[in-house]
Structure formats: C-alpha cells, structure tokens
C-alpha cells in the first residue's frame, strides 16, 4: 500500500539559509500534518491542513511557513535557518479530520551547519 | 489539553522475556489513543489504536495493548520479545481542536533487548 511520501531524506543547509521540504500523502488522504522531532525528543505538533486550508497551529516558529496544495500535497518552508532547527521533520496524513488513524511518513532530517 | 505521560524512559529486557510498556493518558474526553515504534533513524510505524469497543486491542508484530479508563491507561505488551524488538516506542493520544485533530506523543520509551 502506498504511504506517505516526504523529500528530501537528508538536507544540509547553512545557517541563515532556506529550506523546503515536501510531502506527498497517502492517496485520498485531505489532512496533512507536520511534526518536528529533536534529537532525544518526542515529535511536536507543528501545523495541519484539511483540504488545503489551515487547520490547526502548534509550536510553527514564525520563520517557518506552509501549505497544501490542489493534489494535497504539502510543503513546508523554513527560512533564516538557525542550528536549532536541525531536526526530524515528519509528515502525516488521514482522511478527514476526526476519529481517524493518522499515517506517518520517514521524515527529512535536517541539518544546519 | 491532552497530555501522555511514559513514566519509563530506558527498558531493559532479555530476549524472549515478556514486555510491558506504561503509558498514562489526561484527556477530558474520550480518549483515541495510539502505539507508535520508530527504529534508530526511522519514520513512526503504528503498532495499534484503540478507538472503542473492545478494550485489549491486537496490533502488528504480536503487541497489544489494553485500555483502561479507570486508570487512564493504555499499556504495551508482548509476551515474548525479539532481538529486533529493540526501538523507540511512543504512546500518543488523539485531540481535537476547533478546527481539526492532531496528536500528542509521550516522551518515548527506549526498548533495549539483550540477546
């Protein structure tokens, strides 16, 4: 079964720099999430969208920004790149917003030098 | 707001020995909650979920795990452990907001399996 697709694995990017990372859900899937995983760390809830709208907002710094698009896929951009920001980022999908299973993908690790 | 608390942070258990994960969940509502495994560098794998009905839920690779909401509870086990058991594991309580849902893990419990 297909599952959700996120690019690049593996970033490398400079401090002060720009990254974008992307995401593919599950087929059928309208909801998209983004986490973000320290290393030692839970995942954090960074920010959701249900059929290309905004949905919910967690700990999303400001320099951070996305969005889904009309195939559903996602991308998340992260600009003025700080050390701290070097991460696991994870995206997942479910259909529809409510009582539903939540699919993750492998996650981009992203590291600023 | 929700919250899920893994009291145990490092387990140490023997191969073929049985396992028991804790996880403790605060939710003002019914509770959706979930087991996630995430090996050394790798995506978060769904184990099982309970949503309703019946309390013991079975999932993937022989664990399962059991509700109960007088305790608040939704522990792991499996009763006998392999080497390639060894992971991550994160027990996670679905919320819901105004606008949509989203997850809320635990800190994680780190399994180590001696052969």
């Known amino acids: 079964a297909a599952g959700v697709i996120q690019s690049p694995r593996h970033l490398i990017k400079e401090k002060r720099e720009t990254a974008t990372l992307k995401c593919y859900p599950i087929p059928r899937h309208d909801t998209v999430y983004w986490y973000q995983q320290g290393p030692g760390q839970d995942p954090q809830f960074l920010i959701s969208?249900?059929?290309?709208?905004?949905?919910d907002k967690g700990s999303i710094p400001d320099r951070f920004s996305a969005q889904q698009f009309s195939d559903y896929h996602s991308e998340l951009n992260m600009s003025s790149l700080e050390l701290g920001d070097s991460a696991l980022y994870f995206c997942?999908?479910?259909?529809?917003?409510?009582?539903?299973?939540?699919?993750f993908g492998e996650g981009s690790w992203l590291t600023v030098v | 707001a929700q919250s899920v608390t893994q009291p145990d942070i490092h387990i140490t258990v023997s191969e073929g020995a049985s396992l028991e994960l804790r996880c403790n969940y605060s939710y003002g509502a019914t509770p959706y909650l979930f087991w996630y495994v995430q090996s050394p560098g790798q995506g978060l794998q769904l184990l099982l979920k309970y949503f309703s009905g019946d309390t013991l839920v079975q999932g993937i690779k022989g664990f399962e795990a059991e509700f109960k909401r007088s305790q608040s509870s939704f522990n792991l086990r499996k009763p006998s452990v392999h080497w390639s058991d060894a992971a991550e594991y994160f027990c996670a309580v679905l919320g819901f907001t105004g606008g949509g849902n989203k997850l809320t893990f635990g800190t994680g419990t780190q399994l180590k399996v001696e052969l």
């Open positions: 969208f249900y059929e290309k709208m905004q949905s």
């Open positions: 997942a999908s479910s259909l529809g917003t409510g009582k539903n299973t939540i699919y």
